[in-house]
T-cell receptor, first 116, second 109 residues
Framework: GAGVSQSPSNKVTEKGKDVELRCDPI?????LYWYRQSLGQGLEFLIY????????KSGLPSDRFSAERTGGSVSTLTIQRTQQEDSAVYLC??????????????FGQGTRLTVV | GIQVEQSPPDLILQEGANSTLRCNFS?????LQWFHQNPWGQLINLFY???GTKQNGRLSATTVATERYSLLYISSSQTTDSGVYFC???????????FGSGTRLQVQP
């Protein structure tokens, strides 16, 4: 597709259940990022993938959060044993290879996660 | 890590007015982007501007990297400009963007 695609758009889950959020980056983009935005707040970095390099996981808030990127394209963010404080919008972004220094990131529409 | 501060935090304008939003950052950057988050939550790319000046219609932006700030100018504001404006920066060796807390703009008819 033309842009970053995320699914589902909305997810309601019961406390304690596991959830998987999906991100399809822009074709040809080598970098992929996950962010979280709580209601009325800014964007909190979670994890970053760049090609075949080891991911930067420094923003993951706990070991209940994990992410993988298969084949250098699609990424899945998994939250285990969800808690109410995990409720937020999860945003994915991708950016192209660094050619001429341009690393502009483009965001998907997000997945709104509600834990009840 | 790098600190990103945006000002003002909130801004209310009458339609047709001009405004300047500011982004200060605490270290050298190799990426700076301005985004508009619309009422539906979508982040719209406005400018990729690690240095220099760019213009796009009623919007323009200037980044003075040596003085560690960027400015976003909105002229002849319209109600559709309402939303939150975010500045985000990247530093050498770490491509993940660090976001400021945003400026919430409300344009009244």
């Amino acid at each position: 597709g033309a842009g970053v695609s995320q699914s589902p758009s909305n997810k309601v889950t019961e406390k304690g259940k596991d959830v998987e959020l999906r991100c399809d980056p822009i074709s040809g983009h080598t970098a992929l990022y996950w962010y979280r935005q709580s209601l009325g707040q800014g964007l909190e970095f979670l994890i970053y993938f760049q090609g075949n390099s080891a991911p930067d996981k420094s923003g993951l808030p706990s070991d209940r959060f994990s992410a993988e990127r298969t084949g250098g394209s699609v990424s899945t963010l998994t939250i285990q044993r969800t808690q109410q404080e995990d409720s937020a919008v999860y945003l994915c972004a991708s950016s192209p290879p660094r050619v001429g220094g341009n690393t502009e990131a483009f965001f998907g529409q997000g997945t709104r996660l509600t834990v009840v | 890590g790098i600190q990103v501060e945006q000002s003002p935090p909130d801004l209310i304008l009458q339609e047709g007015a001009n405004s300047t939003l500011r982004c200060n950052f605490s270290d050298s950057v190799n990426n700076l982007q301005w985004f508009h988050q619309n009422p539906w939550g979508q982040l719209i790319n406005l400018f990729y501007i690690p240095s220099g000046t760019k213009q796009n219609g009623r919007l323009s932006a200037t980044t003075v990297a040596t003085e560690r700030y960027s400015l976003l100018y909105i002229s002849s504001s319209q109600t559709t400009d309402s939303g939150v404006y975010f500045c985000a920066v990247g530093v050498p060796g770490r491509r993940a963007l660090t976001f400021g807390s945003g400026t919430r703009l409300q344009v009244q008819p």
